[in-house]
């Protein structure tokens, strides 16, 4: 059976014109051997709602005008400051070359808005405001028809995401990469996905392939010279002992160069060259400007000061204490009575955070701000202490370090030190 990951769905927007023929030709000539996990779906119609899924061409061409606006006034604004300051504003001659040379740069510019935005209209989808002409959606409907999975009962759900802690924490794949700048329910993704995966292929005992633009080191073992990435030997290991058959795995980009090869489908070289820009691209969490700022993280201090002040103490007590805070200090700024699990304290921050990104406050790609750590004496599903991401603790320390909880945070590190 061939399972498709969320990405190859969502490339379908980002995709230019010619690509996105060339992939639907592909999946409509598989589609009786295609299966899409439930997982995929939530993942499909929550991402398909981002501007830079649904509006992908426009989202760039806005970019790149405005980059080329910034590149035409600091031309002008450094040949300014150089005139000043060299004196040559009353040079007749100099002056005339700088007008005719920055009407020449305008022109030019012109011309690269012209070709930006007549490749976005090429490209860019029309009707995706609405799922009834969604462009993408009518596509797909006839090709997934009856070939999604069915989701995991809330008790195998909640399982999962307390499974996908605990492989995380001794980095067991898949999905333990996420675990570093998501929240536990969002970074479960790549773990429940695999669960839904295994789960239906022990009841088909068919071999799998699986179709992602993932690039991350915990599904793939990397290229080595002459040999090409393949998957993790421990997910193998793990569908061969589970369901009994073999897990392949291969990037959007090698699907189209098999199909071409193996299905008779004349596909265009670019295609395949296209997903693999796509695949390669830098990921949201790593792109510059998309982690926390002081703006951002007051917005959602905030919002927990008011709210959940637990989780609040928390997370200042974390920074002052370097990033991470113990299990004692939990209970101590909580007030909670010793015998009570942790589990669960990170919800509140998950909550508001989501209501943030709604609102615009977030941009979703932030690391997640306060994650379990577990494992120890007091047993695996136990947490030991809580961590903030490295990059929050400067932006609270600005905040907070004149704070009762701040000092607090201080001296129980000294006396543990002590």
């Known amino acids: 059976m061939i399972v498709l990951d969320t990405n190859v769905l969502l490339n379908l927007y980002r995709s230019n014109e010619r690509t996105r023929a060339d992939t639907l030709a592909v999946l409509t000539k598989l589609r009786d051997r295609l299966w899409i996990p439930h997982q995929v779906l939530t993942e499909f119609w929550r991402n398909r709602e981002l501007s830079s899924v649904r509006h992908h061409h426009s989202s760039k061409a806005k970019e790149a005008r405005g980059a080329l606006e910034k590149v035409s006034r600091a031309a002008q604004d450094a040949l300014d400051r150089w005139v000043t300051s060299v004196h040559l504003k009353n040079d007749v001659e100099v002056t005339n070359q700088i007008e005719a040379g920055l009407e020449t740069l305008s022109q030019t510019m012109d011309e690269f808005r012209n070709l930006i935005e007549a490749q976005a209209s090429k490209d860019a989808l029309s009707g995706t405001a609405s799922t009834d002409t969604d462009p993408v959606l009518i596509a797909?409907?006839?090709l997934l028809n009856g070939r999604i999975g069915a989701p995991l009962s809330p008790e195998d759900h909640a399982k999962a995401i307390q499974e996908a802690q605990e492989r995380a924490d001794d980095e067991i794949p898949p999905g333990y990469e996420d675990f570093r700048t998501k929240s536990p329910e969002q970074a479960a993704g790549d773990y429940i996905l695999w669960v839904q995966i295994l789960n239906e292929a022990q009841s088909r005992a068919r071999d799998v392939l699986l179709v992602t633009g993932d690039v991350k080191k915990d599904w793939w073992t990397q290229r080595d010279g002459?040999?090409?990435?393949?998957?993790?030997?421990?997910?193998?290991?793990?569908?061969?002992?589970?369901?009994g058959v073999s897990l392949f795995m291969l990037s959007p980009g090698e699907l189209l160069v098999w199909a071409d090869e193996l299905l008779g489908l004349q596909v265009d070289e670019g295609s395949v060259s296209d997903l693999d820009q796509l695949r390669e691209s830098t990921p949201a969490s790593d792109a510059p400007g998309s982690g926390w700022?002081?703006?951002?993280?007051?917005?959602?201090?905030?919002?927990?000061?008011?709210?959940?002040?637990?989780?609040?103490?928390?997370?200042?007590?974390?920074?002052?204490?370097?990033?991470?805070?113990?299990?004692?200090?939990?209970?101590?700024?909580?007030?909670?009575?010793?015998?009570?699990?942790?589990?669960?304290?990170?919800r509140p921050i998950s909550t508001v955070t989501r209501e943030l990104q709604d609102q615009g406050e977030l941009t979703g790609d932030e690391p997640f701000l306060l994650r379990t750590?577990?494992?120890s004496e007091t047993?695996?599903?136990?947490?030991?202490?809580?961590?903030?991401?490295?990059?929050?603790?400067?932006?609270?320390?600005?905040?907070?370090?004149?704070?009762?909880?701040w000092n607090s945070a201080q001296r129980h590190e000294a006396d543990n030190s002590s």
């Open 379 to 405: 047993g695996p599903s136990w947490a030991t202490g809580f961590r903030i991401p490295d990059e929050v603790v400067p932006l609270l320390r600005d905040e907070f370090e004149r704070t009762t909880i």
């Open 226 to 243: 002459d040999i090409p990435a393949r998957p993790r030997t421990e997910l193998a290991a793990e569908m061969r002992t589970r369901a």
């Open 140 to 142: 797909l409907e006839p």
């Open 373 to 375: 750590v577990y494992g």
């Open 293 to 346: 700022t002081t703006t951002s993280l007051n917005a959602l201090m905030i919002q927990l000061i008011g709210r959940y002040p637990a989780q609040a103490k928390v997370i200042i007590a974390a920074a002052a204490n370097g990033g991470l805070v113990d299990r004692a200090k939990v209970y101590e700024l909580a007030g909670y009575p010793p015998d009570r699990q942790l589990k669960g304290f990170t």
